[in-house]
């Protein structure tokens, strides 16, 4: 049976994961500046303080966010990938969900990491460092699979990696800030025209992307 | 003779100027919602009710903003770009200007128009209309200069104009992008690249290309 203490803690967790929730969201559309422990508690179970309890400092709030928005991308964008297989499938995979993710508007205010890499690239700190560290980390991820798909002879022996994922990124977030400044998702399109275009480039068989 | 009425004039001018070059340059690092006419007025010959009375209100004060930022954008990315010849050499000379003005910080923060298009892109109102205009005016520059390399035969027939378009404003973004995120200017030669092959793809003869 729980003890009190148990089922405090529990609430305690809820209410965090529902605050942090309601935090990415406003986050992707103000950025993680315009967060406020008052502002949050207009739409929580709990009061300011409560909420200021629970995470401590605004900055630690902040980083909650931030990884918080990381398992949400990762949900959303790379555990549908991992049904294709490794190298080229996967790749493609990765475009194909990133695209879904960006225009179903997972984060209200469109990609959450395109939103707060801007805001903190001029500043120093924790903060900055954790959306460094995110962004890396996807980079990383997909350039790996850029690589089994080059050992596995899907794409030319002379590829570059690191300039594949370049320029797959730089299609996939054009995409994302596009789509929400014209209010137009046929951006969607020309992203996956543009990401078919690097690959072919590169000797892919396009006619087995899907 | 100028009469003390053109000279307070003149005079007001050149404080306006240099009040919009502060405020362009503040707006680039943290977006048209940080500046204030109180933050303004601490490097401004003037004081803050003078500045105000220069503007009249925050809006019009951020329009006149993006205004000027348009302004700084042509002199830096257009006009160097006028000395090639019409067509392919043109779109190559606004390639290398802009990685050039993204590379130089012309403005402090990085390309102004990245960092309020990110800021702005989930609101209405006067100041995402001109962030858009100034966006789609590029855009539409570029894009022109790609239809008459199509109609020179420096790019194939079937090309589409606006997809081109699409992923080279991609590759600059991404480079400006990056460059500030992770402090490493490398990514340049990234862009470069990477509007080769979108313009290899093409047809284009690269080795015309400087």
């Known amino acids: 049976m729980s003890s009190p203490t148990d089922l405090r803690r529990l609430r305690g967790d809820r209410t965090r994961r529902a605050v942090l929730d309601d935090a990415v969201q406003e986050a992707s559309v103000r950025g993680l500046d315009a967060l406020s422990f008052g502002a949050l508690a207009a739409s929580a179970p709990v009061n300011k303080s409560a909420i200021a309890g629970l995470f401590g400092s605004k900055e630690q709030l902040q980083l909650a966010a931030v990884e918080r ?9 790379v555990v549908p990938a991992r049904s294709a297989a490794r190298g080229l499938d996967r790749v493609w995979a990765l475009v194909r969900a990133w ?12 990609c959450f990491f395109r939103t707060v890499e801007i805001e903190f690239d001029m500043r120093d700190g924790a903060v900055r460092d954790a959306v460094v560290a995110a962004q890396r980390s996807w980079e990383a991820y997909l350039e790996h699979q850029v690589r089994l798909a ?3 002879g899907e794409l ?5 990696p690191a300039q ?9 977030y054009a ?8 209010g137009d998702d046929r951006v969607y399109a020309r992203t996956i025209e543009g990401v078919r275009g690097v690959l072919a480039a590169r000797g892919a068989d396009l006619a087995a992307l899907r």
Do not use: K, Q, W
């Open 69 to 77: 928005a990381a398992e949400i991308y990762t949900e959303h964008v």
């Open 99 to 110: 695209t879904e993710y960006s225009r179903a508007r997972v984060f209200r205010g469109g």
């Open 150 to 152: 080059v050992a596995a």
């Open 156 to 160: 030319a022996p002379e590829t570059d």
């Open 164 to 172: 594949v994922v370049f320029e797959v990124d730089a299609l996939l």
């Open 175 to 182: 995409a994302n800030d596009r789509s929400l400044l014209f």
